[in-house]
């Protein structure tokens, strides 16, 4: 059989679903102490002081730490990204922090403890010494002349800007037949892993060897990051990521805890394991998003977009080493996602403030980008009175104008929009809405349509980043006995993309899957890989893997047409056997020819061929620029899947709440290796976007203080809140890479924005409704019906 | 995390759970089903040197028949009350509301007393006790006392139970039949606390009535709407019941649900909702 293009369970399910899983928090081992960190409460101040007597003196504390130990003994966090190469500006970020906090939740100092409890109690008895400062919270009044700095020396609050041009707007707008001009504003949320963060670190002071055990996404990496922030050889460390309770970006380090639990237990020469609690990732874990993008629109009457000038406004919380500011970035440079608008200026403004620093979140600020076309699609249909799927269907780039370059210099790969749009509305029955609608309004019942559009890109890839490239490595050994391992680069958050890279090898070695094992997230044993971010397992990974299984199939055809007897262009394998093409009764068995190999290289069949059945293969993506051109341009994302959904609401307009009736989308992310996890990946991902832009929120108070620090406050959606979803898949193929592919991790968290608001302004039509603002809770969208009607209710 | 050391009891009559109440001086800790109690404790908002638990007194839970009158053990469990044959004859509001209540699991631990005491004020079962007009058993080592459910409730969080008293039972009067009843609730995710809720009874004959709300100020509220569905329950009846609803939540505040303002919107909403839907199950 063939297994490219079959849907089937994860080869992990039997595991997992059995509860047999290995996490961080199930490793015991013997002489374990339990780290715990006491954190700012504080969104700017200095540390004038800190004691730690009372702390020391409890019973079962085995040591207390500070940020002065930590300046003192370790280097900065090592950054994700190469600031200085991307233009932005860096910080020096302490595992503790020595001086001076910069959001609440923020390391200041932490205690190891024999048990949890004692050394959670021990962190809260330190006294701290506080000098609060004025904090800045919002990002527009940061960018003010006098605004608070979150980093003195820099003289300013702008991490990076970025101006993008193309054609000439000014001409454009001066020659359109009308103009619109918006903001739309996204807020700060972000993913809930399960799993919070945890790690367990061990050292061996005979090996010289750390072991550090994390719920991570990316092993090699962080060994370069725990190397270079404790200053100790890459080889004196071995990552090793267990089973990850969800990662979502967020889990990509580096994290303030993740060194400094690792210094500690090398000082103590004990086993140390820290694991957050769910109030600490909300505080301290990581968010995304917050962005309020200002828009002016040119267009001709016939609904063509003929000048954008886009800015971008970001507020990407206090300077770190995390990776996660690079959103906005990724937000700026996707404008003006799929459509073809000849005139643009884009610029951003990535603003620091005393909040959580942005980590990656799924989604990665092309999120924004595609939910602001989307207004702006939806608002040039309104003002033209064409339809929302019209004017649309009139903006996309066609599929013959691949590739194709868009102002940032991003390099679109391939696509067919229209077609999937076209696929979409038939799906849910565009043209007969209008009908069940005013059915619907017969009864009292307020239904609406709209339509939202996404553009993901993939597989990102950073000029000089330890972290983001494109590139992975993956080896494929067939073992004497038959049976294959598999050891990848990339890794799995609980996605399933072990179970595709091994359809891959399965397909091209023509073994069936049951003999295939797939090890992941262990340096010391897996080939050096960037782990698993921007969709790229299967891009990269899955790639990698066709490659270095290739090298093996190559030279075990040539083993078997000797064995045979035949030349090697006619034989072919399946089923795990090696036959003559056009006569499968004359075949070798898989496992033959491999003992072959093994057992009988001096032998006639393996005379010719290197011993041994291994192959470690790179794969690099070709479609990746970071030569800048003459406006600084690079060009960093190599693969475009997108996405077109419809969405029927029904609103209830005198609550504001509404619920999903349907939810389609058709989904391209080119070939896709396995279409059930494909899918249940996208299911993830709509019910994350349905979470964004209708119930999760992380709000902050004027002073700094995080509100939403429990799921209590920060609501995510249950399966009960959410619709089921209706999928289908179209394929086009990336021409770039050997299979295809173009990944799909990462997809479905978009279209809920800009098209749940489409649809809820179409259920209130006839109230003029605008929608400009997430999350679209029930008291947001009971205040737009109430502004719409002039504010009297 | 909960890192304060705290001591546990479990006793085995009510006299000595009682007892120890009184010894703790103000410093211990009922749990019930914990499932409000263990969150504030694990937040730091509540650190009881004692916790006393009240899973293994005896006649602390169920539903029973007293002439005119239901007796609810303080223990029984969300589960319980929304399955119950009595409960679902008698005084349905609360199968009604009890089916919201956060999710299986807290549904099998939480209990009646435990969301009475700890006097959320979006609680599913406050509005809809003050609607059927409950009454609240509290024992002491001094004696027993009953308090109306609308004099029990003081402010967010606080109730009339004074230290050294355990909540014992709900009496709640059964529902005269051809009476209709109805609770609705406004929330943003299921599984959660409401944002507004409201019970509704109208008694039979239709002339009298009264709506109970909740979420909309410091306490659930309770409206007579005898005199605005005396003479039918038409729309311009229901516009003054949500008149007077609105009126009646003078007290919301704004939270991260939404501000005052849309919070006593919602009460015009609500009111108006169970009232309709409970004048059109009455006969
Ligand atoms: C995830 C989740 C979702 C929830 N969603 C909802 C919801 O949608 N609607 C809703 O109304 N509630 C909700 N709750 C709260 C739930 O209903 C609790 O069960 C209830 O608030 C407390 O009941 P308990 O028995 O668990 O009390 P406990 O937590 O044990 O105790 C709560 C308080 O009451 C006191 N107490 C308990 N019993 C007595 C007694 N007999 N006498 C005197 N004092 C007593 C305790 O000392 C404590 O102060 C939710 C809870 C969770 C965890």
Redesign the pocket.
């Known amino acids: 059989m063939k297994y490219i293009g079959t849907g089937m369970t994860s080869l992990t399910n039997r595991q997992l679903a059995a509860g047999k899983g290995t996490f961080v928090a199930d490793y015991k081992p013997e002489g374990m102490l339990h780290m715990a960190v006491l954190r700012s409460p504080y969104a700017s101040a200095r540390i004038r002081s800190i004691d730690t007597k009372a702390a020391e003196q409890m019973p079962g504390v085995v040591y207390v730490i500070t940020g002065q130990e930590v300046a003192a003994n370790m280097n900065p966090i090592f950054e994700a990204y190469d600031t200085a190469a991307m233009g932005a500006k860096g910080v020096k970020w302490y595992a503790l922090v020595p001086e001076r906090v910069r959001f609440v939740g923020e390391c200041v100092a932490a205690v190891v403890a024999e048990d949890k409890w004692t050394a959670r109690a021990a962190a809260d008895a330190i006294e701290v010494d506080y000098e609060e400062l004025q904090p800045v919270t919002d990002p527009e009044k940061a960018m003010e002349p006098g605004a608070p700095l979150v980093e003195p020396e820099w003289g300013d609050n702008i991490l990076v800007t970025r101006d993008f041009r193309s054609g000439d707007p000014d001409k454009a707008f001066a020659e359109a037949d009308g103009t619109i001009s918006g903001v739309v504003k996204q807020h700060r949320y972000t993913g809930a892993a399960i799993e919070p963060r945890a790690y367990l670190a061990n050292y061996d002071p005979y090996q010289d060897l750390l072991t550090f055990h994390a719920s991570t996404q990316n092993p090699h990496p962080m060994r370069v990051f725990l190397a270079e922030t404790l200053g100790i050889p890459e080889t004196s460390i071995r990552v090793i990521q267990p089973h990850v309770g969800g990662g979502f970006g967020l889990k990509i380090p580096t994290f303030q805890e993740e060194p400094l639990l690792a210094y500690l237990a090398r000082k103590l020469q004990r086993p140390i394991r820290f694991v957050a609690e769910r109030t600490e990732d909300l505080l301290a874990g990581g968010h995304a998003r917050e962005e309020r993008l200002y828009y002016e629109v040119a267009y001709k009457k016939d609904g063509t977009v003929t000048g954008l000038r886009a800015k971008v406004i970001a507020d990407v919380g206090a300077p770190s080493a995390l990776c996660g500011w690079g959103q906005s970035f990724v937000t700026s440079y996707c404008i003006p996602t799929c459509y073809k608008i000849p005139n643009n200026r884009v610029q951003l403004f990535s603003v620091v403030t005393n909040k959580c620093p942005w980590n990656a979140y799924r989604g990665y600020g092309k999120e924004a980008a595609s939910f602001m076309m989307d207004r702006i699609m939806d608002n040039v249909a309104r003002e033209t009175g064409l339809d929302r799927a019209e004017v649309r269907l009139r903006n996309y780039i066609q599929p013959h104008e691949f590739p194709y370059s868009q102002v940032s210099g991003a390099m679109l790969d391939s696509g067919d929009y229209p077609k999937a749009l076209r696929k979409v509305l038939d799906m849910i029955d565009y043209e007969n809405f209008p009908a069940m609608q005013a059915a619907a309004r017969k009864e009292g019942r307020y239904l609406g349509i709209g339509i939202g559009q996404e553009l993901t890109p993939e597989g990102c890839s950073m000029p000089r980043s330890t972290l983001l490239g494109g590139w992975d490595g993956c080896t494929v050994r067939v073992n004497p006995s038959g049976q294959v391992t598999i050891l990848t680069g990339v890794t799995s958050p609980g996605s399933g993309n072990e179970t595709a890279i091994a359809q891959i090898v399965a397909d091209e070695l023509g073994v069936s899957i049951d003999h295939i094992k797939v090890i992941q997230g262990d340096t010391d044993t897996c080939p050096y890989g960037l782990g698993n971010y921007s969709s790229r397992s299967i891009i990269m990974g899955g790639s990698a893997a066709k490659v270095a299984a290739n090298e093996l199939r190559e030279k075990m055809l040539k083993v078997a047409s000797k064995l045979l007897e035949v030349a090697p262009d006619d034989v072919d394998a399946e089923d795990d056997k090696f036959f003559l093409k056009g006569a499968p009764t004359r075949f070798v068995t898989f496992k033959e020819v491999a003992s072959t190999v093994y057992r009988d290289c001096h032998g006639k069949a393996a005379f010719d061929v290197e011993p041994g059945l291994e192959a470690t293969r790179y794969f690099k993506h070709p479609n990746v620029y970071h030569q800048p051109d003459t406006q600084g341009r690079f060009s960093s994302y190599p693969s475009w899947p997108n996405q077109a959904v419809a969405i029927i609401v029904e609103v209830d307009p005198e609550t504001g709440k509404f619920k999903i009736v349907r939810y389609c989308a058709v989904h391209d992310s080119g070939v896709v290796i396995n279409p059930l996890l494909a899918e249940a990946n996208l299911h993830g991902g709509f019910v994350q976007g349905i979470g964004g832009a209708a119930f999760e929120h992380l709000v902050y108070d004027e002073s700094g203080q995080l509100l939403t620090t429990t799921f209590?406050d920060y609501t995510c959606p249950t399966a009960v809140d959410v619709p089921s979803f209706e999928v289908a898949h179209q394929e086009t193929p990336s021409p770039f890479t050997p299979l295809g592919t173009k990944g799909v991790g990462e997809s479905g968290v978009t279209g809920p924005l800009g098209g749940l608001c489409s649809a809820i302004e179409n259920a209130l039509a006839d109230r003029n409704v605008r929608l400009t603002e997430l999350p679209l809770t029930p008291s947001r969208v009971w205040e737009a019906i109430s502004a719409a009607q002039g504010g009297n209710r | 995390m909960i890192s304060r050391e705290y001591e546990f009891h479990a006793p085995k009559t009510l006299n000595e759970a009682l007892s120890l109440l009184e010894k703790s001086g103000g410093n211990a800790?009922?749990?019930?089903?914990?499932?409000?109690?263990?969150?504030?404790m694990t937040l730091g908002l509540?650190h009881p040197d004692a916790v006393i638990s009240?899973n293994k007194v005896p006649g602390?839970d169920g539903v029973k028949e007293d002439g005119g009158v239901l007796a609810i053990g303080?223990?029984t469990r969300?589960h319980v009350l929304k399955t119950n044959p009595l409960i679902a004859q008698h005084a349905p509001l609360l199968a009604e509301a009890a089916k919201?209540?956060?999710?299986v699991q807290?549904r099998h631990?939480?209990?009646l007393?435990?969301?009475l005491?700890?006097a959320?004020p979006?609680?599913?079962?406050l509005p809809v006790c003050l609607a059927l007009g409950a009454q609240i058993k509290l024992q002491s080592a001094k004696g027993v006392r009953t308090v109306e459910a609308r004099d029990f409730f003081k402010d967010i969080m606080t109730t009339s139970?004074e230290d050294g008293?355990?909540?014992?039972e709900v009496r709640v009067p059964k529902l005269p039949a051809g009476s209709g009843s109805s609770y609705q609730r406004l929330?943003r995710v299921e599984?959660?606390?409401?944002i507004v809720n409201a019970a509704a009874v109208v008694e039979p004959g239709k002339k009298k009535g009264r709506v109970a709300l909740g979420g909309v100020g410091p306490t659930p509220v309770m409206i007579d709407v005898s005199a605005h569905i005396a003479s039918g329950v038409s729309d311009d009846a229901l516009r003054r019941v949500s008149d007077a609803a609105f009126a009646a939540a003078e007290n919301a505040y704004g939270d991260l649900n939404g501000d005052a303002k849309y919070k006593q919107a919602m009460a015009r909403v609500y009111a108006q909702r169970v009232v309709r839907a409970a004048a059109a199950q009455a006969q």
């Open positions: 209590m | 800790k009922l749990i019930a089903g914990g499932m409000s109690l263990v969150p504030m509540a009240l602390l303080a223990m969300h919201y209540v956060g999710d807290v631990r939480g209990t007393g435990g969301v005491v700890h959320d979006a609680a599913d079962y139970i008293e355990i909540l014992v929330h599984g959660n606390y409401a």
